[in-house]
């Protein structure tokens, strides 16, 4: 059973940056790719980003320019920076490794002043 954990969520205020990690305990996101979802409260799940096997990016239009994903192989890892953070940013963040039933917990992402 594959694992992901996320972490680096927390509280910042509007204009501020985090940077998200999901570590895996196999080495899944170079054969599936990975991707980062957001819930807020009351909201569905939305896909925010992107990457796949071989490192092609996509990203929601509401965070392209402001948001990064990457990836590290060799620690089995996928990033997510977020830079100039709104307060409609806020919300539960997942990974995801693409075509899988393999989730993480999720992170929470509060942005507010």
């Known amino acids: 059973q594959v694992q992901l954990v996320e972490s680096g969520g927390g509280l910042v205020q509007p204009g501020g940056s985090l940077r998200l990690s999901c570590a895996a305990s196999?080495?899944?996101?170079?054969?599936?790719?990975a991707g980062w979802y957001r819930q807020a409260p009351g909201k569905q799940r939305e896909l925010v980003a992107t990457?796949?096997?071989?490192?092609?990016?996509m990203y929601a239009d509401s965070v392209k320019g402001r948001f990064s994903i990457s990836r590290d192989n060799a620690k089995n890892t996928v990033y997510l920076q977020m830079n100039s953070l709104k307060p409609e940013d806020t919300a539960v963040y997942y990974c995801?490794?693409?075509?899988?039933?393999?989730w993480g917990q999720g992170t929470q992402v509060t942005v507010s002043s």
């Open positions: 990457i796949t096997r071989v490192g092609n990016t």
């Open positions: 995801n490794a693409i075509a899988t039933g393999y």
């Open positions: 196999e080495s899944i996101f170079s054969i599936h790719g």
